[in-house]
């Protein structure tokens, strides 16, 4: 998987310069990803396994930039690419993955395509003083 995450990434920053992504991945840019991940990792992918991958890094995206701008008794270690936990902040963490369950295979593992995964991924999430969740946004209608 990070042989293939790490190819993606590359594959989808050339498509991204290409300007084959607006609200979401144009089918040229699924496309191109798909035959370069098939023919240089000797994969058999559809498009809708290249379509769900940054679906998944976008989720990641979102976790990491709430441990950065929460403080929640852990931290992102930017030079390693991970969220590092030590064991007297274990329970802290627990506490976060009970109510982020989707977090938990992220403790002390690195996420070595990270730098690609927040050019692909970091313009579709706000964050930051002001920004309104959905529920404000559709209550000032």
């Known amino acids: 998987m990070k042989d293939m995450d790490n190819v993606l990434g590359v594959v989808l920053m050339e498509q991204l310069a290409q300007g084959n992504k607006c609200d979401g991945w144009k089918p040229q840019a699924l ?9 240089s990792l000797g994969l058999n992918l559809a498009k809708e396994n290249i379509k769900n991958r940054p679906g998944a890094w976008k989720k990641y995206h979102g976790i990491v930039k709430d441990i950065q701008f929460e403080n929640i008794g852990f931290h992102w270690d930017e030079e390693r690419k991970m969220i590092i936990i030590t064991h007297a902040e274990l329970p802290a963490w627990n506490a ?24 692909l991924c970091g313009r579709d999430r706000a964050i930051g ?4 969740t959905f529920d404000e946004a559709a209550d000032g209608i």
């Open 96 to 119: 976060y993955v009970k109510g982020n369950p989707e977090a938990k295979f992220m403790k002390n593992k690195e996420i070595r395509n990270w730098d690609d995964i927040v050019m």
């Open 129 to 132: 003083e002001g920004v309104e």
């Open 31 to 39: 496309q191109a990803a798909m035959e370069h991940l098939n023919s």
